[in-house]
Nanobody, 124 residues
Framework: QLVESGGGLVQAGGSLRLSCLAS????????LGWFRQAPGKARQYVIA????????YARDFAKGRFTISRDDAKNTVYLQMNSLKPEDTAVYYC???????????????????WGQGTQVTVSS
């Protein structure tokens, strides 16, 4: 079970760090990603990292502002979000997908495990 936390209300230009814990499990051997879904819109890929943590992929809107990191000893993946904008308002989800390739970053929505999401609201 994936459990996200760290969401909340922040002013534009502010920062938030989301966390996702693999409750009762381990992230070892899994690529990890963050996605988001705004009201009335489709789920959107944000950023992901490979099993090794050595490779990441970020959508253009996330580059330079969002960073993903993982701590396998704590079974936790983080999403650091800086310079937040009102258009970043959404429910943010973490996801995990088993991978045998340490530096492969899945750039798709076919992740096996998903969290329940955490709300991020950015006020203008």
């Amino acid at each position: 079970q994936l459990v996200e936390s760290g969401g909340g209300l922040v002013q534009a230009g502010g920062s938030l760090r989301l966390s996702c814990l693999a409750s009762g499990g381990s992230f070892s051997g899994y690529a990890l990603g963050w996605f988001r879904q705004a009201p009335g819109k489709a789920r959107q890929y944000v950023i992901a990292t490979s099993t090794s943590g050595n490779k990441t992929y970020a959508r253009d809107f996330a580059k330079g502002r969002f960073t993903i990191s993982r701590d396998d000893a704590k079974n936790t993946v983080y999403l650091q979000m800086n310079s937040l904008k009102p258009e970043d308002t959404a429910v943010y989800y973490c996801a995990a997908d088993a991978s045998s390739y340490p530096d492969y970053v899945p750039i798709n929505y076919d992740y096996t495990y998903w969290g329940q999401g955490t709300q991020v609201t950015v006020s203008s």
